[in-house]
Each structure stands twice: as C-alpha cells, then as structure tokens.
C-alpha cells in the first residue's frame, strides 16, 4: 500500500485539491462495453499459459511504493540470470513465468514488464525507480492550471503515467504469445471486494478489457484514499455474454462465500451502478489472493490444468515467488516509559494489521499447494510445489535488514535505497534455500533421465 511522507507538500496538495477543486473535479467512468472475442483474444489466463514451457511459474508483487517496485525489478533481474537445464532443454526461468499479480507500487513494475518485455532491463530505471515520481505529481496537482480544471488528482496521475511511463497501452498490447498474465488488483470501496482487472472480472461489468488503459488500471491499484480519488468504472447493463458465474466458484471456506457474496452486487445493476477502486493493498497486500482463486478456479473448472503438464506429458513443477516489501521499522515505542505519540499509535496498529493478514494470506497460499500438488499426484507420479517468499525479514545481514526496513513507502526514493531493493531482491530469490531446491531437483531429475536413456 502506497503512503506518501513528504508532509509539507501533502498538506499543501490536500488543502489546495479540497478547496480549489472540490466544486470543479468530477470523476468519470471510462470502460467501454463488452465485446465477443475469439477465445485465444480474450484477456483471460487461459490464453497466457504456454504449452512450450517447462515450469507453471507464478509471481506475485506486494504494494510499498517505489520500494516494493524496486525488489520486484530485483527478483526479474535475478530470473533473467537463472538457466536450469531441465527435461533436457535450457531454460531461462524469466521464460517461464506465467502470471504476475500484483498490488499498488508492485503494479508499476508488474504492468511495465507486461507492455515492455525484455526492454525493461533497458529503460524501467530510468523511466520510473530512479525519476521523482512525487515530485511531478505534486507539481502537477498544485500547478495553478489544475485548480479550476475538470479532472481528478487520479485522472491528472493517470494522463502523467500514461505520458511518462505506459504510452497509450492497452490491455490488449500486452502480448499473449510472449507475455505472462499480468493482474492488476484494485479494492472497490464500494462492496469492500478486491477486484482484479481481467476479463472475468470485467464481464460482470458488461466491459471490454481489451480496449482499458493500462495506465487507468495501475492508478486504480495504487490510489491510496485521501490522497487520491478512486478510479471509478460503470457497472454496465448492457452484457453481450451474460456471465452466470463469479470468478470465485469454491464457496466451501469462509473467505470464498464472502467474496462471493460482495461479487454478487454487481448483478444488481441499479444498486450498485458504480464501482470505486482504490489501492489494491487495502485488501490484499501481497497480490497472493488472486493467484489463489485463480488455481482453484482451475481446480474446479479444469483440474487437468492445475498443475499442466509438458510436452513429454510430465508435471511441470509449480512454483510462486511472493515479494513482499513491507517493512517492520523501529518505530521507538520500547525505548521509552511514555505512551507513545499518535503518529506512533497509528504507526504500530498499522503494521500489526498488516504484518498480521500477510501471514496468514502466505499460510493460506502454502496450505493450498499442498493441497493442489497432492490431487495433481496420481498413478505414483509426485507434483512438488515450491513456494518461496521475498520479504526482508530474510534479509541475511541485520544492517542491512535495518536499512531496508528504513527505507519509506513513496514515490521519490534515492539512488543508491533503490539500487539496494534492487540487489536485495536479485540476491535474496537466487540464494533462498526452497530456491535451490527447486534448481537442484530439475538438475536430479535431469540426470536420472540422462542415466536411463543410456
């Protein structure tokens, strides 16, 4: 979840947006109406998982500004360095990722990397995790041009992404055939849903996907409320394909029956002719949640697809890597018999809650490949799931461990923080221990295939 801390210019910006713009800016929906698309042209997971591939593997970026934008541009770096030779071919593990969820600043690097493929190693630096994002967005918003203009402080962020960093990207420009499956997630205040933006989703609202802004997708992700005003799409009525089902179809746990349940609102057209969608890290701050419907979507729809098999008819191992850049930083409480300040209060809530549902939102998602790999093992054949977290609580040095939990959640970070998320995450995917596991069993199981052909 994005919090920005410059505290004079966010007063200023508040102050002036409140007073200048409150009877001027108004908010507008701008997806379009659903269209029939062949299959293969949908933006659905299906038309993104890769029959060629030799891993099933699954990213997810966690919200925290730049900082968490940086750590996940780490974990890329350190996946466009790993080849394994397995099944007998060489692979690249960037070549095999097959979807990215992500959250809030996350969404920066998950949707760049999406629309720019390998020449983000190029230009995402320069063109986002080194520029004072913050800086020009306050310039922007508190530029006498913008008191009395008709746009929101979230239009004006999205125009400056769309200018600056995604050109005119739509959904449909990120390439099926070369690209895994970018999620953006977004939470609408409205019913209290996280929602994701894929077709599945957008068929509830009777929307095309395809012809969306990535730029509008990324601003929704990462509007923290106050700060910026929701992004807001029109629940529409008008379906070509009426969807019957939610993107959620195992109601047999709590968390499923009540998202469900929020889900449903939006079949009701009239009460709910709007959604409201803001950052993404108020209900899910990992990204990890919607990876897990999507597996058990399917498990429940197409079980042979769990965990896929390659070419040669094995399983392919299932692998997800969580990014997780939130931060646990020394907040001063203990150092003292005086209750602690208001800042500090809200500070410590803050982080408990968080740190508290990461936890149990990682316990959810390891319990449930364990679950998945034992339905996919069958006829003495065993599937191993790899999960394998990021986070710095892994960080091997404690002064580096200190610096990194220092490090505030923005859009305006200097060079050399930046460059250490960047090295934290490359080094920190490339020496986990469940890491190399995974890369030590390819290499096993390649060398037993080797030994029996001879």
């Not at 970026?61 to 940086?70: D, L, P, Q």
């Not at 780490?74 to 099944?87: A, M």
């Not at 799409?233 to 195992?250: A, G, K, M, Q």
Request: hydrophobic share 35%; proline share 3%.
């Amino acid at each position: 979840m994005l919090i920005m801390t410059n505290t004079n210019k966010l007063l200023s910006l508040i102050i002036v947006s409140v007073v200048l713009l409150g009877c001027s800016a108004r908010n507008k929906a701008y997806n379009q109406t659903q269209k029939v698309y062949a299959n293969k042209d949908a933006y659905k997971v299906e038309n993104f998982i890769h029959s060629n591939d030799e891993v099933t593997l699954v990213l997810s970026f966690s919200g925290g500004g730049t900082r968490a934008a940086a750590l996940s541009y780490g974990v890329l770096e350190g996946l466009r360095d790993t080849h394994i030779n397995i099944n007998g071919k060489d692979v690249r593990l960037l070549d095999e990722v097959d979807i990215i969820s992500s959250v809030s600043g996350g969404s920066f690097t998950a949707a760049y990397y999406g629309v720019h493929g390998e020449s983000t190693f190029d230009s995402y630096k320069e063109t986002f995790l080194y520029h004072d994002v913050t800086d020009d967005l306050t310039s922007i918003v508190l530029s006498p041009v913008h008191w009395f203009s008709k746009k929101t402080r979230t239009r004006e962020a999205e125009n400056y992404y769309q200018s600056h960093i995604f050109d005119d990207s739509t959904f449909s420009d990120i390439p099926k055939e070369e690209a895994p499956f970018i999620i953006i997630n977004a939470t609408d205040i409205s019913t209290g849903t996280r929602f994701s933006f894929t077709q599945e989703y957008f068929d509830l609202i009777c929307s095309d996907l395809n012809a969306y802004s990535v730029s509008s997708a990324v601003a929704a992700s990462s509007a923290v409320p106050l700060i910026f005003s929701p992004v807001v799409l029109e629940n529409r009525d008008d379906c070509v394909i009426h969807n019957e089902h939610s993107p959620i179809f195992d109601a047999s746990n709590y968390r499923n029956r009540n998202a469900q349940a929020s889900i449903a609102h939006y079949r009701d057209k009239e009460q709910t002719q709007y959604l409201h969608l803001a950052d993404g890290g108020i209900t899910d701050n990992l990204g990890l949640l919607a990876i897990y419907e999507i597996m058990e979507y399917l498990r429940q729809n197409e079980s042979h697809r769990l965990m896929p098999r390659n070419q040669q008819g094995k399983i392919k191992p299932l692998v997800i890597i969580s990014v997780d850049a939130s931060t646990n930083p020394d907040i001063g409480i203990a150092n003292s018999v005086e209750p602690p300040s208001i800042k500090q209060t809200v500070d410590a809530i803050t982080d408990i809650q968080l740190h508290r549902y990461n936890d149990s939102t990682k316990d959810l998602m390891i319990e449930a490949m364990d679950e998945w790999a034992s339905d996919a093992s069958i006829h003495g054949e065993v599937a191993t799931p790899y999960f394998i977290e990021i986070s710095f609580n892994k960080t091997m040095s404690s002064d580096a461990r200190f610096s990194l939990n220092q490090i505030r959640t923005d859009f305006k970070l200097v060079n050399k923080d930046v460059d250490l998320l960047i090295d934290e995450g490359n080094q920190q995917l490339t020496q986990d221990r469940v890491f190399q596991d995974f890369i030590n069993a390819q290499t096993l199981v390649t060398h037993r295939t080797e030994h029996s052909d001879n």
